[in-house]
């Protein structure tokens, strides 16, 4: 049947110029719809700040959702996304501080895997993009270039939402044979990884749920589904949950300690928003390198991993700079 659903029109804009601009327009229509258009309508009189309001119980993997307005859509790789976060600005004497996890989900699979290669990465403080390229490539650490660097990147996140490799060659701009060739190469190098998904596959089609690292379950209706597209949708659920879970649970773990500590030490900071694997936070503007290193320490020793968990942070005038 003829579509236009986006991954249609992604396919074609790479040959055609209708769709590309198809795909503009109905992404910049969203962004004034959903924000530059409502925002100022949501602008509460008596504080002068927009509130969204934070849902537990609607993301099945356990991540918090946000509504009205929803903040944790805007793009921050676009030119347009960008500029809707400077809109969100500190007060006169303060800065906003945004303190994100750094590649949590690849922390916590290495964690759940246990694969020596990707433990020795993290603990190394190496770059495992670039790692995972050398080893993918046969390249050497320091020669490895910004193409295969990426090629790696999409491998790793990839897998981890169950991407096949007819997946990775649309996203690579590959064969099929060539993306097949790559995956089979970084299951090799981490032969760890390849056992966690595969023992996850048989657990959860045993069971019908997987689990965090904290030991909440994430239930799969579907993982003995007829339909084979059904069933394979709820196999790559299963390989992602508990890497998407687990985060979701560090990041509420963090919060609570944060709050805890702002009830009993009461520093001149305010928590104001949680982006996924990121917290929000208003600073006095004297204190920010002090508040970072604070913060760095509560977020980062939220959990014990077999890795170091790593917090980047960074404080400006408005969100957009604190990136």
Known sequence: QP????????????????????????????????????????????????????????????????????????????????RIREAFVAPRGWRILACDYSQIELRIMAHLSGDKGLLQAFRDGIDVHRATAGEVFGTPYEAVDADQRRAAKA????????????????????????????????????????????????????????ETLFGRRLYLPDIKAGNMQRRQAAERAAIN??????????????????????????????MIMQVHDELVFEAAEGDVETLIKALDHLMGEAVELSVPLKVEAAAGLNWDEAH
């Open 3 to 82: 579509s236009t659903a986006e991954d249609v029109l992604q396919e074609l804009a790479a040959d055609y110029e209708l769709p590309e601009l198809i795909l503009r327009y109905r992404s910049l229509s969203k962004l004034k719809s959903t924000y530059t258009d409502k925002l100022p309508q949501q602008i509460n009189p008596r504080t002068g700040r927009v509130h969204t309001s934070y849902h537990q119980a609607v993301a099945a993997t356990g991540r918090l959702s946000s509504s009205d307005p929803n903040l944790q859509n805007i793009p921050i790789r676009t030119p347009q996304g960008r």
């Open 155 to 210: 491998i790793n996140f990839g897998l981890m939402y169950g991407m096949s490799a007819f997946g990775l060659s649309k996203q690579l701009a590959i064969t099929r044979a060539e993306a097949q060739a790559y995956m089979d190469t970084y299951f090799e190098r981490y032969p760890g990884v390849r056992d966690f998904m595969e023992d996850t596959r048989v657990s959860a089609r045993e069971k019908g749920y997987v």
């Open 241 to 270: 949950a508990p890497m998407q879970g687990t985060a979701a649970d560090i990041i509420k773990r963090a919060m609570i300690r944060v709050d805890d500590w702002l009830q009993a030490e009461q520093p001149p900071v305010r």
